[in-house]
């Protein structure tokens, strides 16, 4: 599946879950900030990447759920030093070398979780399967 | 002592939604008992008591303080069934988050309207009864 087919079918999935347009995704396009996704959206979308690429999205692999409650990693609402190296190693897929210590968590899901971002893990998780690619 | 509050609201038809599109996964949100009570109602009540259950668990997580993307899972919180001190039953990450705040016990009340459910959680500080 080339990345093209990968990002359309991501888009799909969005439109469905979100109720959204296909014109308001771009790669860019942040769930939350741009498409006012909530919990339950995020429970749709991750079902849906399961199902439609038939891959597992396990705990914390999309969303750094755990990371963001250690303190070494991050403090006073804000990351660390130590915690913008352990979202870069857990997200080693894609590129977040925009990520900064002393960034607000909240600001950082808003801008990390983007459609893009969605891609990119979806494409190293078909990648890890043999004649999936 | 109050340590924490939260409610929520979940509109019955998008819970209705995630629920009939994606039945294999309800594991991962609703536990066995809170399917077999949300099942158990009429057709035209089921997306309710699934949504009054969705709202109850987001509103534990609010008066807990960690939100969805904390180290919580849904299932994790069964709103059908009580802990021995009478607050709703909780377990994995939910029960070691609320350890670690000392909170000995979570209430939740819960209402249907015709288009959302309402919930609302009350988790209570350890060592009240003695206060």
């Given at each position: 599946?080339?990345?093209?087919?990968?990002?359309?079918?991501?888009?799909?999935?969005?439109v469905?879950?979100?109720?959204?347009?296909?014109?308001?995704i771009?790669?860019?396009?942040?769930l939350?900030?741009?498409?006012?996704?909530?919990?339950?959206?995020?429970?749709?979308?991750?079902?849906?990447?399961e199902?439609?690429f038939?891959?597992?999205?396990?705990?914390?692999?999309?969303?750094?759920?755990e990371?963001?409650?250690?303190?070494a990693?991050?403090?006073?609402?804000?990351?660390?030093?130590?915690?913008?190296?352990?979202?870069?190693?857990?997200?080693?897929?894609?590129?977040?070398?925009?990520?900064q210590?002393?960034?607000?968590?909240?600001?950082?899901?808003?801008?990390?979780?983007?459609?893009?971002?969605?891609?990119?893990?979806?494409?190293h998780?078909?990648?890890?399967?043999?004649?999936?690619? | 002592?109050?340590?924490?509050?939260?409610?929520d609201?979940?509109?019955?038809?998008r819970?209705?939604?995630l629920?009939e599109?994606h039945?294999?996964?309800?594991?991962?949100?609703?536990?066995?008992?809170?399917?077999?009570?949300?099942?158990?109602?009429?057709?035209?009540?089921?997306?309710?008591?699934?949504?009054?259950?969705?709202?109850?668990?987001?509103?534990v997580?609010?008066?807990?303080?960690?939100?969805?993307?904390?180290?919580?899972?849904?299932?994790?919180?069964?709103?059908?069934?009580?802990?021995?001190?009478?607050?709703?039953?909780?377990?994995?990450?939910?029960r070691?988050?609320?350890?670690?705040?000392?909170?000995?016990?979570?209430?939740?009340?819960?209402?249907?309207?015709?288009?959302?459910?309402?919930?609302?959680?009350?988790a209570?500080?350890?060592?009240?009864?003695?206060a």
């Open positions: 599946m080339t990345r093209d087919e990968i990002g359309e079918r991501v888009a799909q999935a969005l469905q879950a979100l109720g959204v347009s296909r014109g308001d771009t790669p860019e396009t942040s939350s900030r741009d498409l006012e996704a909530e919990s339950i959206d995020f429970l749709d979308v991750v079902f849906r990447l199902k439609d038939g891959i597992e999205v396990a705990r914390g692999e999309l969303f750094p759920q990371l963001l409650r250690d303190p990693l991050v403090a006073n609402g804000v990351l660390t030093a130590e915690g913008v190296k352990a979202l870069r190693e857990r997200f080693s897929f894609t590129d977040l070398s925009h990520l210590p002393g960034l607000k968590v909240d600001e950082m899901m808003n801008n990390m979780l983007t459609v893009k971002l969605i891609v990119d893990y979806v494409e998780k078909l990648a890890a399967v043999p004649n999936r690619s | 002592m109050i340590a924490g509050a939260g409610v609201v979940a509109p019955i038809g819970v209705a939604r629920v599109g039945r294999p996964s309800l594991d991962r949100i609703f536990t066995d008992a809170e399917q077999r009570h949300c099942e158990a109602a009429r057709p035209s009540r089921r997306a309710g008591r699934y949504a009054a259950a969705f709202a109850a668990k987001e509103a997580f609010k008066a807990l303080g960690t939100g969805w993307r904390s180290d919580v899972e849904w299932a994790e919180v069964d709103t059908v069934r009580t802990d021995p001190d009478g607050g709703v039953a909780i377990s994995g990450g939910v070691r988050e609320a350890d670690r705040q000392g909170i000995a016990r979570i209430f939740v009340s819960a209402a249907i309207t015709s288009d959302n459910a309402v919930a609302t959680a009350i209570e500080r350890q060592g009240d009864d003695a």
